[in-house]
């Protein structure tokens, strides 16, 4: 019977804790026997979960066991070779093991002296971060929990630098209230809108810009969209471009956005989620965009840089703007500053914070610049192998082709050809269902011009050209029983 008092003694842990390896490790030796989805029932799912509440302790041996037996099939396996759905995101090995070190030490950076060398190790990764990313070091950064928490914290600092009164005080509804308005593509992520709603600026104030035949913002659009609203005395806040779009992985042109903001004195934020970290991949040939024009710049190493969730990095070049919005220091929070620390809780509303920095600098030490170079050219070389499977095929497309490892496939058979959009459409839904349900391989799907595309996204650590073929092979089988 466990004791009622007190932690598992330190040498139970360590048990425990090699069992857990153990099964981790069968678990990653025979990954590619496991399904990476299957289809589930919601309700009985529920009834095999929804068990009482236990009065008594359990043993940790059962609960590892029904962990693996009763939560672990229903999972999708985010960090399964063969899932590509979204933009997949991949846990390598030593990023698993910081997690655990970080539980096991749980310490709290929202103040510089609540925990110094994890405060220190923050900036040291973000610098970093920032050099594989083209962004200036010598901005303002922090790691927060998301990409679209990032985003709306940055254009909160924006909001704030554009009104001429002090929203902090007044709020956005106060006697000197202004339309604020933010500019961003027809392509751009859901995130920005959230942002518009969470700040009070209101989605009418987004304004969507519509994207070229490469689903790039069209600038001319944005010029005259800024113009017309600065003419009607409305308040442009903030232009978002994205590197990296989520459906197609197109990227905006930053420079020419960039100078656009620049002649009317409105803040741009990069959106480089998904495309800033791969900058520095030597298949990239430099074609990424140069993000060291943004105000404010957001990366994801969870989406890349096989760091598992969460991890994601705010930069502020406009230094001090996050915190002229943020920084509130009631007397319990107050701190003695020398030798340059700051604290993080400045930068962000966030008060308490986990070591996020700990897996990021466990992950770059282990694999390096190069590893991580290769790494992320091996994913670009397998995106490559799919289009060109798709293109030695008849009855595939790959529409909106990108340099990053995204993939859009739509199977347009030749027996179908006089189909109309719509039954294509219906087709391609089946497909993406008849594969994943097969627990073979895991897409996702987007709706773009061209119509209803699969969307396949390569960043899983141990995705092997083999497994391109047997993605493959299982698209066109599930294409086959689908039609
Ligand atoms: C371009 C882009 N920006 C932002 C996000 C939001 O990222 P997160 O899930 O980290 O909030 C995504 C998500 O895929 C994205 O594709």
Redesign the pocket.
């Known amino acids: 019977m466990p004791e009622t008092t007190g932690d598992w003694a330190p040498a139970d842990f360590e048990r425990h804790g090699r069992e857990l390896l153990a099964t981790i490790r069968q678990h990653f030796e025979g990954v590619r026997d496991v399904p990476v989805a299957r289809p589930y029932d919601a309700a009985e799912l529920m009834g095999r979960l929804h068990t009482a509440l236990p009065e008594m302790g359990e043993e940790f041996p059962r609960i590892l066991t029904d962990t693996w037996e009763k939560v672990v099939p229903d999972l999708v396996h985010w960090n399964h070779p063969a899932f590509h759905g ?2 997949s995101t991949c846990a390598s090995f030593p990023g698993m093991l910081a997690e655990t070190m970080t539980a096991a030490l749980n310490v709290n950076s929202m103040l510089w002296k609540t925990s110094p060398s994890a405060s220190a190790l923050e900036q040291v990764v973000l610098r970093w971060l920032a050099e594989l990313a083209g962004y200036p070091g010598e901005s303002d950064g922090l790691l927060v929990g ?4 990032a ?1 709306l914290y940055a254009l909160g600092a924006a909001r704030d630098a554009a009104l001429d009164y002090d929203v902090r005080e007044e709020g956005m509804s106060g006697p000197h209230a202004k339309v604020a308005r933010l500019y961003t593509s027809d392509q751009a ?1 859901s ?1 920005v809108e959230k942002a518009a709603i969470t700040l009070g600026i209101g989605l009418r104030n987004v304004v969507k810009i519509p994207s070229d035949d490469q689903y790039r913002m069209r600038l001319d659009l944005l010029e005259q969209a800024i113009a017309h609203d600065v003419a009607s005395g409305f308040v442009p806040v903030a232009v978002v471009a ?1 590197v ?3 459906s197609v992985a197109a990227a905006d042109s930053l420079e020419p956005i960039s100078a656009i903001c620049r002649r009317f004195g409105v803040w741009l934020h990069v ?1 480089a ?2 495309g800033g970290l791969y900058a520095f991949a030597s298949r990239m040939d430099g074609a990424v965009e140069d993000v060291s024009v943004g105000d404010s710049l ?1 990366v ?1 190493p ?2 890349a840089l096989f760091v598992p969730l ?1 991890s ?1 990095a705010l930069y502020c070049r406009r230094r001090g703007a996050l915190a002229n919005t943020y920084r509130l220091v009631p007397e319990y929070l107050t701190s003695v500053h020398t030798g340059g620390t700051f604290d993080f809780m400045d930068l962000s509303p966030q008060l308490g914070r986990g070591f996020r920095a700990l897996k990021l600098w466990w992950v770059l030490r282990s694999f390096g610049r190069e590893g991580l170079r290769s790494r992320l050219d091996h994913a670009i070389e397998l995106a490559d192998r799919l289009r060109e499977l798709a293109a030695g095929h008849p009855d595939w497309q790959s529409p909106a082709p990108s340099r990053y490892p995204l993939v859009c496939l739509r199977y347009a058979p030749g027996d179908r050809a006089g189909a109309d959009a719509e039954v294509l459409d219906g087709l391609n839904a089946r497909i993406v269902k008849e594969l994943n349900d097969s627990g073979e391989a895991y897409v996702s799907h987007s709706v773009i011009r061209d119509g209803y595309v699969i969307r396949v996204s390569l960043a899983n650590i141990h995705t092997t050209r083999e497994d391109i073929e047997r993605l493959w092979a299982a698209l066109n089988r599930a294409a086959k029983s689908s039609r």
Do not use: E
């Open positions: 979204y933009f998301g990409a679209s928490l985003t992520h995130s994205t990296g779009t989520t959106d989620a998904y957001v994801n969870q989406k969460d994601t």
